[in-house]
């Protein structure tokens, strides 16, 4: 169960610290980075000096009053795309500050190694007193004081501080699931483990770093659109100053307020004062999905994916293979099979030996066997079993049963290598049983597809991904599994440098890849790859060359992952199609009610019969102020995503948000200049 990370979008004092700071993003150093809200924050200033140029004495500017409202929308304006930034921060910052809340400075039980050995005395040391290299104890009920690897001994964590889910995990030494995370706690048994990270440096230091903002960064997309706008900004900087010798033309004295009125409608603010907003979110819902993205460009880039690559073990299937039919061998006797193969799984702890003596629904002691030695599977061997009396059971690979029945003298049936070689097609892992060197049969071993991953990979195709398996399998069970689970294309005895060849292969041709993995001997792969998923319970290495981490261990959240990028790509689109559509109606309210005192046939374009010059110029300005706030909620939950093909999308949002950003000002602007028209 996942604890409660959700914050309300405007949540009492997130909207407090937020509205503080949108006032301090005024100083001019933050918005030189937002061309468009910069050009606007000029506006205002322009304006202020106006409204002092009319107190002074001034006549042909217009009444002090109309250019003080003015002055005052405009700066709304600024204070209202600030707080669209502010609030997306503040929402980080509250997560950072929970997340410090479990880095408090906790007591590490410092050990040292002498050669190969542990000497037994513990000095009592603050966390931030270890560095890299150091070894540390944890026992039941430590909090574990930071980052490291366990190099001795196993033990149940809560990880619940740093995920949110309150199951506990299992870390031991050695493989690929020997990496604990500082402010983690020790429910039970006693590990030794060596610290991985400098102070400052741990997984949570860089989590807290990253929600708060602190080294994001803008996305080439980001930058690309940034670049756009100002392209925009231009332009009409260039419209808004050409304006003025056709007003000198036409004998239309037009005052400054309408000028930068004019000017600031028709600059795009809507998706200016919203794209960094748009940004954060982006790795707050991230964040959300319990996705820890080192970037927002990894985030972006999840979002143009063509190529996924999934392990098969723990990934598409459940992980453990699972015994699902005996194959008795030609004239044998079944029963005699099924006993032998139960007494070769006795001490068998694998989850596929358990399962062999589930399927039989025997239990083994029911046999009676007196004086049994257990002999254990070894890669050498390529087999296990039993011994008792002048018995001999062994139960392991084709080949290596082959060669011992072989070598014995005795022939092996060819039924049992037809057997073999179907549950081999079939995608199934076959094991020969035989006893004292003669045959009895198979048992076949089958990976069992997760429920609902057709489906998911159903999903991936019509968002445009392609899947692509890596197993270490043989290509015959390969193939059986890709075609049974849906994927697309797979890798067959995969090693590190087959996925690197496979990833750089995809990239050579201009697409974007993503890997999951947790294994050091995916670091490479997950360095290479666009987007790379780490998993939390992999290991350092792992960790650091991702440039994403899934809190979760699952092994399915690239899917989540990929719908969150389109939906960051998305959002990102659709409003500036909103924002640049809405100045259509921004344009036919003030252009006209510049010129229509001097040129009457403009009345003609006053298609929303706005009641004078000067309520047309208050309520396009009023709504171009009020918007921004009305969509803070769209950029910071995101556009909902469908995966229905590009072009359908495409036709989808011009439709509801360029038709839209048309038509609702022209009502807002409309509704504004009736209760403007009142107070006038």
Same mark, same amino acid.
């Given at each position: 169960m996942k604890s409660n990370r959700k914050e309300g979008l405007f949540k009492k004092e997130l909207v407090l610290e937020a509205i503080k700071q949108s006032?301090?993003?005024?100083?001019?150093?933050?918005? =030189?980075?937002? !061309?468009?809200? %910069?050009?606007?924050?000029?506006?205002?200033?322009?304006?202020?000096?106006?409204?002092?140029?009319?107190?002074?004495?001034?006549?042909?500017?217009?009444? %002090?009053?109309?250019?003080?409202?003015? =002055?005052?929308?405009?700066?709304?304006?600024?204070l209202f795309a600030n707080l669209a930034e502010a609030l997306a921060e503040a929402r980080g910052k509250a997560q950072a500050a929970s997340l410090r809340k479990t880095r408090e400075e906790t007591p590490a039980k410092k050990i040292q190694l002498v050669g190969d050995i542990f000497v037994n005395e513990v000095h009592i040391v603050p966390s931030s007193g270890l560095v890299k290299g150091d070894y540390?104890?944890?026992?039941?009920?430590?909090?574990? !004081?930071t980052d490291g690897e366990i190099v001795e001994g196993i033990a149940t964590i809560d990880e619940s501080a740093i995920t949110g889910e309150s199951a506990p995990v299992i870390r031991e030494s050695g493989g690929d699931k020997s990496s604990v995370t500082g402010g983690t706690k020790v429910l039970s048994d006693k590990i030794k483990v060596k610290v991985t990270t400098s102070p400052g440096e741990s997984f949570l230091d860089k989590m807290i770093a990253l929600v708060e903002g602190a080294s994001r960064q803008k996305t080439p997309n980001e930058i690309a659109l940034t670049i756009l706008l100002a392209g925009f900004t231009l332009v009409f900087i260039i419209v808004c100053v050409t304006l003025q010798p056709f007003a000198s033309y036409a004998k239309t004295p037009i005052p400054i307020s309408a000028y930068i009125s004019l000017f600031v409608c028709l600059i795009p603010t809507t998706i200016g004062g919203l794209l960094s907003a748009i940004g954060i979110s982006g790795m707050d819902r991230a964040l959300r999905a319990n996705v820890i993205a080192k970037s927002g460009k990894a985030v972006e880039t999840a979002g143009d994916l063509d190529v996924l690559l999934l392990d098969k073990t723990g990934t598409i299937t459940i992980g453990n293979r699972k015994a699902t039919h005996f194959h008795t061998a030609k004239g044998g006797d079944e029963q005699h099979f099924i006993k032998c193969a139960v007494l070769s799984s006795m001490a068998d702890e694998t989850p596929e030996g358990k399962s062999i003596i589930e399927l039989a629904g025997v239990a083994p002691h029911t046999y009676g066997v007196d004086n049994p030695k257990f002999i254990k599977f070894t890669a050498e061997t390529r087999s296990s079993g039993i011994d008792f009396g002048t018995t001999k059971i062994r139960k392991g690979a084709y080949d290596a049963m082959r060669q011992m029945v072989e070598q014995a003298g005795n022939t092996f049936p060819s039924t049992t290598t037809d057997d073999v070689n179907k549950i081999s097609t079939n995608g199934g892992t076959p094991l020969v049983v035989i006893e004292n060197n003669v045959v009895l049969g198979v048992i076949e071993l089958q990976d069992i597809i997760k429920t609902g991953i057709l489906e998911r990979f159903e999903r991936l195709r019509k968002m445009g991904v392609k899947t692509v398996m890596v197993t270490g399998d043989n290509p015959l069970t390969a193939k059986y599994i890709a075609e049974k689970a849906g994927v697309d294309d797979y890798i067959a005895e995969a090693k590190p440098e087959d996925k690197m060849a496979y990833i750089r292969k995809e990239q050579a041709t201009g697409k974007l890849v993503a890997m999951m993995g947790d294994g050091t001997n995916d670091a490479p792969a997950l360095a290479q790859?666009?987007?790379?998923?780490?998993?939390?319970?992999?290991?350092?290495?792992?960790?650091?060359?991702?440039?994403?981490?899934?809190?979760?261990?699952?092994?399915?959240?690239?899917?989540?992952?990929?719908?969150?990028?389109?939906?960051?790509?998305?959002?990102?689109?659709?409003?500036?199609? =909103?924002?640049?559509?809405?100045?259509?109606?921004?344009?036919?309210?003030?252009?006209?009610?510049?010129?229509?005192?001097?040129?009457?046939?403009?009345? &003609?374009?006053?298609?929303?019969?706005?009641?004078?010059?000067?309520?047309?110029?208050?309520?396009?300005?009023? %709504?171009?102020?009020?918007?921004?706030?009305?969509?803070?909620?769209?950029?910071?939950?995101?556009?909902?995503?469908? !995966?229905?093909?590009?072009?359908?999308?495409?036709? &989808?949002?011009?439709?509801?948000?360029?038709?839209?950003?048309?038509?609702? !000002?022209?009502?807002?602007?409309?509704?504004?200049?009736l209760l403007v028209a009142l107070w006038m």
């Open positions: 006032f301090i993003k005024l100083n001019p150093k933050y918005q =030189f980075r937002n !061309p468009v809200m %910069f050009t606007v924050e000029i506006g205002t200033l322009v304006m202020a000096i106006v409204c002092a140029w009319i107190l002074a004495g001034e006549k042909s500017q217009g009444s %002090f009053a109309y250019n003080l409202i003015i =002055f005052m929308i405009l700066l709304v304006t600024l540390f104890v944890c026992e039941t009920g430590d909090i574990i !004081p790859a666009d987007v790379g998923v780490a998993m939390n319970s992999g290991t350092a290495a792992a960790k650091e060359a991702g440039n994403m981490v899934d809190l979760d261990n699952d092994p399915t959240k690239l899917i989540e992952i990929v719908e969150i990028g389109k939906q960051l790509l998305m959002t990102r689109g659709t409003l500036t199609t =909103f924002s640049i559509a809405n100045d259509v109606a921004k344009y036919f309210a003030i252009v006209p009610a510049l010129f229509i005192a001097s040129i009457p046939a403009l009345q &003609r374009i006053n298609i929303m019969n706005l009641h004078s010059p000067a309520s047309a110029i208050l309520s396009a300005i009023i %709504f171009n102020a009020i918007i921004i706030p009305l969509l803070i909620p769209l950029a910071l939950k995101g556009v909902a995503y469908k !995966p229905i093909g590009a072009s359908a999308l495409l036709r &989808r949002n011009l439709l509801i948000y360029g038709a839209g950003g048309v038509l609702i !000002p022209f009502i807002g602007i409309k509704l504004i200049d």
